[in-house]
């Protein structure tokens, strides 16, 4: 997934048997089994359009899933268009309930990230704004889909290099957040940290790092990227605990933070006149 996005949680359908076949898709796809989830999904689609028709909220439901599946993959073309084709048939549902109304929130905010991804942020912008008016009027102010537009929004917004305006949606977003699972308030803080890193105000960021490691601890989630960014944040300060943090993250680091957390590593050793051990960790990022 690209940075501060979540997999939405879609509705289920009242129909067993599609209901029955949209968790299998969501079950292949929790396993990361995507290729697996595609075909399924797209088998899904026609079974469910040959029953029904299009005009059915199970087959809308299966055309998102099978975006973010493609999204997922990478095909940005082609999931713009599955949600392009969800969001013009949920307009024309008789239906208009909460259901359709997360699920239309969840289009357009789709559909906005999108464009935002692909380059075109001033044709994403309007799309993600339209999704969190929809969010907060229909759903409420506090509902999980105003704190994911927000998101997007901040992410947006960081794209365009208005970090002020990405830090605020970041803050409004947290403090809509009341009662949200606490990894999700985590992604919040871990963003705002990086935010913030990247602001140039470590200090600022320091606070929303910890924050977040709490709560991924709480969830029993993995703390080692967010332990790196930590460790980012409180080298001028404190490079005896950057050290520590490094140390604690490294074995359950990805290829890339590894090395990032190697080189940083390296430097916080030669600060130290370690000259021996800052080259063994320099070596150990170049070979990584």
């Given at each position: 997934?690209?940075?501060?996005?979540?997999?939405?949680i879609l509705s289920c359908s009242s129909d067993g048997w599609t209901t029955a076949l949209l968790d299998d898709v969501?079950?292949?796809?929790?396993?990361?089994?995507?290729?697996?989830?595609?075909?399924?999904?797209?088998?899904?689609?026609?079974?469910?359009?040959?029953?029904?028709?299009?005009?059915?909220?199970?087959?809308?439901?299966?055309?998102?899933?099978?975006?973010?599946?493609?999204?997922?993959?990478?095909?940005?073309?082609?999931?713009?268009?599955?949600?392009?084709?969800?969001?013009?048939?949920?307009?024309?549902?008789?239906?208009?309930?909460?259901?359709?109304?997360?699920?239309?929130?969840?289009?357009?905010?789709?559909?906005?990230?999108?464009?935002?991804?692909?380059?075109?942020?001033?044709?994403?912008?309007?799309?993600?704004?339209?999704?969190?008016l929809r969010a907060r009027r229909q759903l409420g102010p506090t509902d999980a889909e105003v704190r994911c537009c927000?998101?997007?929004?901040?992410?947006?917004?960081?794209?365009?290099?208005?970090?002020?305006?990405?830090?605020?949606?970041?803050?409004?977003?947290?403090?809509?957040?009341?009662?949200?699972?606490?990894?999700?308030?985590?992604?919040?803080?871990?963003?705002?940290?990086?935010?913030?890193?990247?602001?140039?105000?470590?200090?600022?960021?320091?606070?929303?790092?910890?924050?977040?490691?709490?709560?991924?601890?709480?969830?029993?989630?993995?703390?080692?990227?967010?332990?790196?960014?930590?460790?980012?944040?409180?080298?001028?300060?404190?490079?005896?605990?950057?050290?520590?943090?490094?140390?604690?993250?490294?074995?359950?680091?990805?290829?890339?933070?590894?090395?990032?957390?190697?080189?940083?590593?390296?430097?916080?050793?030669?600060?130290?006149?370690?000259?021996?051990?800052?080259?063994?960790?320099?070596?150990?990022?170049?070979?990584a």
């Amino acid at each position: 997934m690209h940075e501060g996005m979540e997999t939405p949680i879609l509705s289920c359908s009242s129909d067993g048997w599609t209901t029955a076949l949209l968790d299998d898709v969501r079950s292949l796809m929790d396993a990361t089994q995507l290729w697996e989830a595609e075909l399924l999904c797209r088998q899904a689609i026609v079974e469910i359009e040959g029953c029904f028709g299009e005009q059915t909220l199970a087959g809308i439901e299966a055309r998102m899933l099978l975006a973010e599946l493609r999204f997922q993959d990478g095909d940005l073309s082609e999931a713009q268009a599955l949600l392009q084709q969800a969001t013009g048939l949920l307009t024309r549902l008789p239906d208009q309930g909460p259901v359709v109304c997360r699920l239309r929130v969840q289009a357009l905010g789709r559909q906005g990230l999108i464009c935002v991804l692909a380059g075109n942020p001033e044709e994403g912008l309007p799309l993600l704004r339209q999704a969190l008016l929809r969010a907060r009027r229909q759903l409420g102010p506090t509902d999980a889909e105003v704190r994911c537009c927000l998101n997007a929004l901040a992410f947006a917004s960081r794209r365009m290099g208005r970090l002020g305006l990405a830090a605020s949606q970041l803050r409004e977003a947290l403090r809509c957040a009341t009662g949200a699972p606490p990894a999700q308030v985590a992604l919040l803080h871990r963003n705002l940290a990086c935010l913030e890193l990247e602001r140039g105000r470590p200090e600022r960021g320091e606070p929303h790092a910890r924050a977040a490691i709490v709560l991924l601890q709480h969830s029993e989630s993995a703390t080692a990227s967010v332990q790196l960014l930590l460790a980012r944040l409180v080298r001028r300060r404190d490079a005896a605990e950057a050290e520590r943090l490094l140390r604690e993250a490294l074995p359950a680091l990805e290829e890339a933070e590894r090395q990032e957390a190697c080189r940083l590593m390296a430097d916080l050793l030669a600060q130290q006149e370690d000259l021996a051990q800052a080259g063994a960790n320099r070596w150990r990022a170049e070979a990584a």
